[in-house]
């Protein structure tokens, strides 16, 4: 991504609704299937290091890293998460086999070609029975502005993450959409009425739209956290294992 958009993630990340429910679904799901105790988890793509601060709240047990290509974005996840920030490429990760029992990652394959040489790395990180959690933006239909600034390449749909989780030998857990109350407002936006000078939408908007979409996700969470897929949504999230 460029600058810019580091750093609007730097200042939003926190207190958007959509960083807030996506950090939320991704802390979730890692407790859900990771043995209780200590644990090693990366954060492959931290950005900012929004959900690496996110985590160490709830779970002050693990010890989480993180490791992305922007020395912009490793500065900033230093500065502000205060953990193991590695500068590296997610297609070569500078760990040993067997480094983590979870890897995460947030709208990061959405950014690379090769994601089949990124979910191989995932692989090779986790130890046997790790988890790997991944969310990503969905639809190609819905390509518009924001994925123009944002330097996206690629939104999913569930089969197709499922897929590639599967080819890469990963065992999947669970596979859903995410934010489908969200979705025809989010549609209305991008493609009926942009705005007049398009930027990303990571931004905080106006107290009352937030507390609408966090009321929204919210729920979703409620629904999903028992183990129960939404057909449709802005993104798709899958969590999968490696084979013992």
Not at 137 to 166: I, K, Q
Not at 209 to 238: C, D, K
């Amino acid at each position: 991504m460029r600058p810019d958009e580091y750093r609007k993630l730097a200042e939003t990340e926190d207190r958007m609704w959509y960083f807030r429910a996506l950090h939320r679904r991704r802390a979730h799901w890692l407790a859900r299937l990771l043995p209780s105790g200590p644990a090693r988890v990366l954060d492959a793509g931290c950005g900012t290091g929004g959900f690496i601060r996110a985590l160490r709240t709830v779970q002050p047990a693990w010890t989480v890293a993180g490791v992305d290509l922007s020395p912009l974005a490793c500065a900033l996840a230093r500065e502000r998460a205060g953990a193991e920030i590695t500068e590296g490429s997610l297609e070569a990760l500078p760990y040993a086999d067997g480094s983590f029992d979870a890897v995460s990652t947030g709208d990061v394959l959405y950014h690379i070609d090769d994601t089949a040489a990124v979910l191989r790395e995932f692989a090779r990180c986790l130890r046997p029975g790790g988890v790997v959690l991944v969310n990503e933006p969905a639809y190609r239909w819905l390509w518009s502005y924001h994925d123009e600034a944002t330097e996206g390449r690629h939104r999913f749909t569930r089969p197709e993450l499922v897929g590639r989780l599967t080819a890469a030998g990963f065992s999947v857990r669970f596979a859903s959409y995410a934010n489908l109350l969200p979705l025809p407002l989010v549609v209305a936006r991008r493609k009926l009425f942009p705005p007049a000078r398009p930027t990303s939408d990571v931004q905080v908007f106006p107290a009352p739209v937030e507390a609408m979409f966090s009321a929204m996700a919210g729920l979703e969470q409620a629904w999903t956290g028992r183990g129960w897929p939404v057909p449709a949504g802005v993104s798709v999230f899958v969590a999968a294992s490696k084979p013992k």
